[in-house]
């Protein structure tokens, strides 16, 4: 199986060296060299199946460098997170990541998602108004953000509170660097292996040295015998061959999306067929798709799924008898002049809902970005679930924008 992993030059050497002996010297058989090739070949995979795994890790760490937009002299600045320090202002907008905790000093419309924190899928409402008291929960906290959370709506500026392991995520991660390694069954079967085997050697050597001391041979011949024989009942290849397989399996997990930092989690992620957990958006997808509209009376099946814009919007026909069919632009627009979210390539950076709806106008034929340069925002009325209008609670929120007549539309 390894060598198949091995470069064809690779391969052609050790077949070399292999036969190349046996034609030298023709009293060497090419079968007594095949034992220490075949050994020179197991060492070569596992060091090229060593080397492989940590590159998808490396990979993944160049990815995950963040920038941050901080005030240097009364400038905005694009610096590396790890440059912050307390006090210092940052901006951010919808799409990015926060690079550090913060106190709010600026927020219009913010949503953060901090799922990775509280565990909720929804993203949170920020504003400056300071929390009642300190011992308030982590998620009640409207007026911080925090280090590696995402933000999906609006902007904001923020001071700089902590940075590195001072932060919330970084106290998270002093946690578990402190909790101790557990043995994974592999390990313990492992361990209990040796044992069996250590307490077979030892009781063999010293029933070997009393049989051969019984027969007259002398202490050291008998020594020496027992303790080679106790050496022999080693197997001193088991770890290569635990080794070796842990790497390939984590090679064959990196194929199929997941990142193994350890050898020893192959273990556990390999035989796993089902995770469950109690929170939507932490394990899951996170993404939600329009499947059906209905406008002026008509119904409508949506194609596709996720944040693909691939898909047709169908209609139903014969829902309304001798009517022609009405353009959808004028319901589709406001869909994506309210969002805010952007959707490249079937990524998403913003409100899962959001998202949706301008996956949606893809589909009918409208592009968000040239949309909203042609219709410039002018103001927005942000979402407010206590908000009244002539006395009655209505949950809404509503966005402005110059149109092209000069009036002020939706």
């Known amino acids: 199986m390894f060598l198949v992993t091995l470069p064809l030059a690779a391969v052609a050497l050790v077949m070399a060296l292999v036969f190349v002996p046996a034609h030298v010297n023709e009293t060497t058989d090419p079968v007594d060299n095949l034992g220490g090739v075949l050994s020179a070949v197991f060492v070569a995979a596992l060091i090229l199946s060593i080397n492989f795994a940590p590159v998808p890790v490396a990979a993944l760490q160049k990815m995950t460098v963040i920038k941050a937009k901080a005030r240097r002299d009364g400038q905005l600045a694009e610096i590396p997170a790890e440059q912050l320090v307390p006090g210092d202002i940052v901006a951010i907008e919808a799409g990015d990541v926060v690079p550090a905790d913060g106190r709010l000093v600026k927020a219009a419309t913010l949503e953060v998602d901090e799922s990775a924190l509280t565990g909720e899928s929804l993203p949170a409402s920020k504003g400056t108004e300071p929390v009642k008291g300190a011992g308030t929960p982590l998620g009640d906290r409207a007026d911080m953000v925090y280090m590696n959370t995402n933000v999906t709506r609006g902007a904001g500026e923020f001071v700089v509170t902590a940075t590195g392991m001072a932060t919330e995520v970084g106290h998270i991660s002093g946690m578990l660097r402190e909790e101790q390694d557990v043995k994974t069954p592999l390990t313990r079967q492992m361990d209990r292996l040796e044992e069996q085997i250590l307490v077979i050697a030892g009781i063999a050597l010293v029933v070997s040295m009393a049989l051969n001391l019984a027969r007259g041979e002398t202490f050291i011949a008998v020594f020496y015998a027992a303790v080679a024989f106790a050496i022999a009942a080693i197997p001193v290849g088991l770890p290569t061959v635990v080794t070796t397989i842990l790497a390939w399996g984590t090679e064959q997990l990196a194929k199929a999306g997941a990142i193994m930092k350890r050898l020893a ?78 959707v490249r390539d079937g990524e998403l950076i913003g409100d899962p809902t959001e998202g949706a709806l301008v996956v949606l106008a893809a589909k009918g034929g409208i592009d968000a970005a040239s949309t909203r340069e042609r219709y410039p925002r002018i103001a927005e009325l942000p979402f407010d679930a206590a908000y009244k209008l002539f006395d009655a609670a209505y949950k809404l929120m509503a966005t402005f924008h110059r149109m092209k007549d000069g009036r002020a539309g939706r």
């Open 265 to 342: 989690s192959t273990e556990t992620l390999g035989p796993t067929s089902a995770i469950n957990s109690d929170k939507t958006g932490t394990l899951t997808l996170n993404q939600m798709t329009a499947v059906q509209m209905v406008a002026a009376g008509r119904r409508y099946a949506i194609e596709g799924k996720g944040y693909s814009t691939d898909g047709r919007i169908n209609r139903v026909a014969g829902e309304v008898a001798g009517e022609a069919d009405i353009p959808l632009d004028e319901f589709l627009m406001p869909m994506v002049l309210a969002s805010d979210a952007v």
